[in-house]
């Protein structure tokens, strides 16, 4: 049974074997004798321990895991030997040491706070990328000034999710050095003048040389392109989960603070919501439950892409993940609440007919129908499948409807004009529907013989509008002449069904009801006819074009085209064109 032991190693605490503990203060020992005149001694070693407690921290799963002398080994092996990694001018002689030829390490994504405006986010990317962080503060600019403002979100995310750099050892992670014993001491000393002249005169080249000496067969070389093409691949990945994502939680941000969800401004069109065939749910509510239930599977594709990106992103917590997703789940059970509310909104239709009665017109008189507008509701008449938002007298909202027709009916027992107007609505229930159509206001007037209709009815701005409709139903005795004015076209009813009739375009014109239909007795004859005289020919069709000329004839048949008149006479055919005239 192995004896262990518990040790603080840069204020973590780890358990180790007891040989594998002796190993690695053998280890530390010998990096302090290496150090022992330098300067800068402490915090060199200080920043190694760090090190080596975080390469510990990388290799155990569990806080009760021990220590052995496997880790230990590995730690070292990260680390290069104390001997392999002075840097003084014996590192530089033609013998070649142990770790000088090893690869210089990827980059991590830390804050660099020491260069930093704000939090450090622009100086850590611009070492994660290689480029000036000027460039990318006047990005973040341009990204916010363009978003609104919105995209200052992801640099909040970037600001709590990514580490800040500390110890020398994540500045040289920042930069993609190798954090071993040398960098962290040649990092350590470039702050001191002493050792300035000895880093500038590193001959880099005979190193460089030297690692492009190592061969490698062509397998390995393939390989190694492969293991390239897909980590670049594996990387747009990460970026495109962070532009989709980020996109999609600025538009939801926007969505949700702007625009009147929170009353923040005054919108026309949150008051086409609330009365519009939509949930019975305030707008905040609806919003902010589609901007969880939207949002936050968004938000963990943007983590995602982050951690794709960054190896060292931190994590946001085991509670917050349980936590966002419980606010999730009660989202998406809360939409689905008011889908099922939505959709028994319109399950009921009612139709109800608030008047009915006798006009003193009969059918010896002329009626004229006229539909009349408003300029407080209605200013362009035109029916209309939906409504409008307006004030009415006292300053009170009212919901404008304009969906309203006009039907004709003939009748041969009744000697006067008959008027029904009947309103229609949909409801939850059936009371609800009808009392939303009773509640419709609609007005006409009888002028002499003009019949005055309102091309709009209103309704209060809380019975909300589902689908309310007027419909307006003439009953005319027989032989009555009826004058439906031209602004009554967009109102007729222009379908047969019932016992319906239709003035069929005969707007403007004097009809009269004959056996159940209307006759005009004004309208012009057709200007077009076809005509078919007796004698000729079954494959040829003469058309007759009414004019002032009433010779001009047009003959198509077999033989071609003919055209033909008292002044012109021209002829199409296999030939070519022939045109005779009277000059």
């Not at 003193?360 to 009349?372: F, H, K, Q, Y």
């Not at 198509?556 to 005779?580: P, T």
Request: a negative charge.
């Amino acid at each position: 049974m192995n004896k262990t032991v518990n040790i603080n190693l840069a204020g973590i605490f780890f358990h180790i074997d007891e040989d594998a503990y002796l190993k690695l203060q053998r280890y530390l020992e010998a990096i302090k004798r290496s150090f022992t005149d330098s300067q800068g001694r402490d915090e060199i070693i200080a920043d190694i321990e760090a090190r080596i407690a975080e390469l510990f921290s990388e290799k155990i799963k569990d806080e009760r895991q021990v220590i052995g002398n496997e880790e230990v080994d590995q730690v070292i092996a990260v680390m290069g030997q104390p001997e392999d990694y002075r840097l003084d001018e014996e590192i530089f002689e033609d013998e070649p040491k142990a770790g000088q030829d090893k690869a210089k390490a990827s980059r991590h994504l830390y804050r660099d706070t020491t260069n930093s405006y704000v939090g450090g986010v622009s100086s850590g990317i611009g070492h994660y990328l290689g480029i000036d962080p000027i460039w990318i503060r006047l990005a973040w600019i341009l990204f916010t000034i363009f978003s609104s403002g919105a995209f200052i979100l992801i640099y909040i995310a970037f600001w709590i999710f990514v580490p800040e750099a500390k110890t020398t050892a994540d500045f040289l992670a920042m930069k993609g050095e190798a954090v071993n014993i040398s960098n962290i001491e040649k990092k350590i000393k470039e702050g001191f003048d002493d050792v300035a002249d000895t880093v500038k005169n590193v001959d880099y080249q005979k190193y460089s040389d030297k690692v492009k000496s190592s061969s490698t067969t062509f397998f390995e070389a393939l390989g190694d392109v492969l293991l390239v093409l897909l980590k670049i691949f594996v990387k747009f990945i990460g970026v495109l989960l962070i532009i989709v994502a980020g996109i999609t939680l600025i538009s939801l941000f926007i969505g949700l603070f702007t625009l009147g969800t929170f009353g923040f401004m005054d919108t026309p069109w949150v008051e086409y919501f609330e009365v519009g065939n939509h949930p019975e749910a305030p707008l905040w509510l609806l919003s902010l439950l589609t901007f969880f239930a939207v949002g936050i599977p968004f938000f963990f594709l943007f983590i995602l892409g982050l951690r794709i990106l960054i190896n060292n992103l931190k994590s946001i917590g085991t509670p917050a993940k349980l936590g966002l997703l419980g606010v999730w789940i009660i989202s998406i059970i809360g939409l689905a609440v008011l889908g099922v509310r939505q959709a028994t909104l319109e399950a009921y239709d009612a139709e109800i007919i608030t008047e009915k009665k006798l006009l003193p017109v009969t059918s010896n008189d002329t009626l004229t129908i006229r539909m009349e507008s408003n300029n407080r509701y209605v200013k362009h008449l035109q029916h209309r499948n939906d409504y409008k938002i307006k004030r009415d007298e006292q300053g009170n909202r009212v919901i404008v409807i304009q969906d309203v027709e006009l039907y004709f009916k003939t009748s041969k027992r009744d000697s006067v004009v008959g008027i029904s107007i009947e309103k229609k609505a949909e409801g939850i229930s059936y009371d609800e529907a009808s009392q939303r159509a009773e509640d419709l206001k609609y007005a006409y007037e009888l002028e002499g013989n003009t019949l005055l209709l309102n091309g709009y009815a209103i309704t209060d701005y809380s019975n909300k509008y589902r689908d309310q409709e007027i419909n307006i139903i003439l009953t005319l005795p027989e032989g009555i002449t009826v004058f439906a004015e031209e602004n009554t076209s967009r109102y007729n009813n222009t379908w047969k069904y019932d016992d319906y009739i239709t003035i069929d375009d005969k707007e403007g014109r004097f009809i009269k009801v004959v056996d159940g239909n209307f006759e005009c007795n004004d309208c012009p004859e057709e200007e077009n006819e076809w005509e078919y005289k007796e004698g000729q020919d079954d494959d040829e069709v003469k058309i007759n074009i009414n004019s002032e000329d009433q010779n001009t004839n047009l003959k198509i048949d077999e033989d071609g085209v003919r055209l033909k008149s008292e002044e012109v006479d021209i002829k199409i055919d296999e030939d070519g064109i022939e045109i005779k005239t009277d000059n």
